[in-house]
Structures are given as C-alpha cells and as structure tokens.
C-alpha cells in the first residue's frame, strides 16, 4: 500500500530557516516602530467564543469564520430531524461554541472591556500574532496569516491617526518598500448613501465599492442592484465615485455636495484636519484621498486608510481606521479606539519580489570553526563557548569531514567568516578568518578574536 505523501492545508504555508529570518526581520523592524511611539504589546488566544466574534465583520466576513467543533460529542443535543432539516447556520450555532480570530481588533476590544481595570487610558497596544479567515486562497491572501497591529483606545484626538500614517511612513521606509496611502472616512460614505437617497443602505454600498479596484465598476454596479439599490441611486453615484483633483479640490466638492448633510460634512472636517496635521508633521509618504475606499469591516465609523504597494502587483499591505463603539458591544460604551494593522505575509511577499531583504537576514551564525580532529576541537571549544558568551553566533563544524564539504556548508548556511585552527594556528595561538564572501583570509590572535568579531558587528 502506497504511504500517503503528507500535505498541509491549502491557504497555509511552512517557512523555512531562511524565511523565518526573513519574517522576523520584519517583525522586529514593525516591532521597534511601534515602540518608538509608546505602544506596549499584549496577546489574546488563538480562539474565541463565537458570540464575540459574529456580527463584527458583515455578512461576508461572518462567512468566513472557522468555527471549532464542540470538545466531546458535539453532536449532543441534535437530532436527526435538524440534520435532515439541513440548516446550517443553525446547526453550527449548536456544534460550535468557538471560532479561530478573524483579525486582532475585535479581541482587542473585548480584551479591553475584560481588563480595563488594570489598564492606563489612553491605552496604546501592539499585538503580533496570527489570525484565521476561511478564504479562497490566492496571490498574497492566506488562510492564516499574520497581522502586526496598533490601537489606541480612550481618545477622540485624530493626532492619533496622523501618527499611525507617520509610523506607516517609516516602517516601509526602513524596509524599503515605496508606498501609498489610500484615506476615506466612513462619514463621508455615510454622507454619499445620503446624497443617492438611499442613507439605510451605507452597508451594502460600502461593501460592494470597497470590491471596486478587485471586480471593476460594471461589477460593483450589478451588485448595488442585485442588493436592491435603485437604478436611481446606483447613477448618482457614479460621479462621486469618478471624482478626482487634488486632495483639498476632492474636499472642497464634497463639503459642496454636503452642504445639508451633517454627517458628510464632519467626515470633509476630519480629513482636513488630518491633512493639516501631517503637513506639520512634515510627513512625506504620498496620501491620497480615494472615496472608493470602503473597508467592509462594520466596526468603522470614521478615518480609514489602507496602503498599497508601488512597485509590486498586490492587495493592501497594510489598514486600518477608527471605530468609536466597538467596546460598546460587549458593555463598555463611549470608548473610542483608531489603530492599524501591518499584512507581515503580503509585505513578506512584496519584498521577495523586490529581492529586498538584506543579506544578512539569512544568517544565523556569524561564525563557523573548521573541525580538524579530536585534538583540535579541545583548542576550539573554549574559544566557541567565549564567543557565545559575548553574543556572537558561533558554530563548530561537527565531525572532521573534508575542509571542501565544511566550506560548502558554511557558504550555503550564508556563514559569512570561518575560523580554521590546525596545527599550525595552534602552536602559534592564532586563527585563520577567511571571509566567505571576498575568499581573502587574514591571521588573528586568539586573545583577539571576540573583540574584532564584536567590532566587525558595530
């Protein structure tokens, strides 16, 4: 009988020891930004009860949701009758108590509500984990993935998005992704669905125009109608969708067109101030006003954003918004909160087909010693346990194979340097460093060595 050839599921990935550091290096590079302006990290589990997550993200997004089985006989309770019955959302409601997060924002808040006790508001916090979302995999969308985000709850002040446009502007520079950041605010989208005569339907105009730059116009029209938007509305919008001119003209036509719309109006007063803000700021990562940009997340009640980008066909990389009730939903009303989240998985990929990882994020040992034999290896391992000590990575080479077999595995582990004591270099206490890269090789004391290897990292 044939073994079965083992497989993962679709939509995931492994990563190996090269593309590990690949990812830790952009974990840390998000990591050390968020730190930069105060945010402290947190962790929430990998599942949730269901009641927490339903209802937060649509329609759709309640359709993707991975529901957990019930532990034990999670068929107690069903007959046969609700089997045949074949009503699935009714009986997922009986077998599952429990789901994988959909993203971090909604277990932020009910994180929130749970420990606002023991929290300090304005509360800022930065969560690296991974998320679940039972999707149709494709180019640069994941079944699991991981998301690097950063909130602020407890402030109505819209520096708070100013600065999250600021700390997108040097994570990409400091990976060096050119960027642009796409704005909109859910008030202004508000105020559109007033202005087509159709304000209870901003939930199906904003999910179906959020699909625009995916499906196309012809599209995204055919499904305002299939969603019962009139032949009317569905023209009106037209020209709101096609406007374009700078930042402050788009502006200066909306508050025309809202002059008896309040909500439209202080969605037009929000992003003047955001704009005035990161002028000061001196902020240079192009930002542009798209009224097209809808995010499909109901949670969003003003400013959102996402960020595209420039050199690389892909999806958003990055988004976010403000959402000014979401603790209300689990008890805690009046908290408003404004964050935003990094796509680690889509910037991973955005900067392999860039070819822009550095080098030296392939390398996890800084130093490899050639294995020359029992007797050699005595001399080396103090000096190995030395150079550990001092927080350089070092390696001995473990069995005494041929130098050429040795060199080959230090060049395809991306070892930069390797250290060679034989007879020689220990009868006179030094060691051979040959730089891998260049071939050159220099003689070193071995009293030396940890000082010039700690020196060569600086």
């Excluded at 402030?155 to 600065?163: F, N, V």
């Excluded at 990976?175 to 704005?183: A, D, N, S, W």
């Excluded at 066909?313 to 009730?325: E, L, P």
Aim: glycine share 8%; net charge negative; hydrophobic share 40%.
């Amino acid at each position: 009988m044939a073994v079965q050839k083992p497989s993962i599921p679709k939509g995931t990935r492994d990563f190996l020891p090269t593309e590990m550091a690949r990812r830790n290096y952009i974990f840390d590079t998000i990591r050390e930004v968020f730190r930069c302006y105060g945010f402290q990290p947190i962790e929430t589990p990998a599942m949730e009860n269901l009641s927490t997550l339903l209802g937060k993200y649509g329609e759709e997004g309640d359709k993707l949701l991975f529901r957990i089985l019930n532990s034990g006989n999670f068929l107690e309770g069903v007959s046969s009758q609700d089997l045949d019955a074949g009503n699935l959302p009714a009986l997922s409601a009986r077998m599952c108590e429990k789901g994988l997060r959909y993203d971090l924002t909604v277990p932020f808040a009910r994180f929130v509500v749970q420990n606002q006790s023991q929290l300090v508001f304005p509360f800022r916090r930065y969560q690296i984990q991974p998320v679940w979302r039972a999707d149709r995999p494709q180019k640069g969308r994941y079944r699991e993935f991981f998301q690097c985000d950063a909130d602020v709850v407890g402030s109505d002040s819209l520096l708070h998005e100013a600065d999250l446009i600021q700390m997108v502007e040097q994570v990409f520079s400091r990976l060096g992704i050119r960027v642009v950041v796409k704005i909109n605010n859910r008030k202004i989208l508000s105020g559109v669905a007033s202005l087509i005569g159709a304000p209870e339907r901003v939930t199906d105009i904003t999910v179906a125009i959020d699909k625009l730059d995916k499906i196309g116009l012809e599209q995204v029209n055919a499904e305002l109608r299939e969603r019962g938007l009139p032949d009317a509305a569905v023209v009106a919008l037209q020209p709101v969708l096609a406007l374009s001119g700078s930042n402050q003209e788009k502006l200066a036509c909306l508050d025309a067109l809202f002059e008896h719309i309040p909500d439209g109006r202080e969605g037009v007063r929000e992003l003047r101030e955001i704009f005035d803000y990161l002028a000061t700021m001196q902020v240079e990562v192009p930002v542009e006003l798209d009224l097209t940009l809808a995010r499909g997340l109901n949670y969003y009640t003003g400013a959102i954003l996402e960020v595209k980008a420039l050199d690389v066909a892909m999806g958003s990389i990055c988004g976010g918004g403000r959402y000014d009730n979401l603790t209300g939903i689990f008890g805690l009303p009046g908290i408003s909160g404004v964050g935003i989240s990094f796509g680690a998985d889509r910037i991973f990929d955005v900067l392999t087909q860039l070819d822009a990882f550095p080098r030296e994020t392939a390398q996890s040992t800084r130093i490899m010693f050639v294995n020359f034999g029992a007797e050699e290896q005595r001399q080396v391992l103090p000096l190995l346990s030395a150079l550990r000590r001092s927080g350089i990575s070092a390696e001995l080479y473990p069995e005494a194979s041929k130098i050429k077999k040795q060199l080959s595995y230090a060049d395809a582990r991306h070892i930069p340097l390797v250290a060679m004591i034989g007879a020689d270099e220990a009868a006179s206490g030094t060691v051979t460093l040959k730089d891998m890269q260049t071939g050159t090789q220099q003689s070193v004391p071995v009293s030396g060595l940890c000082g010039l290897l700690a020196a060569m990292e600086r």
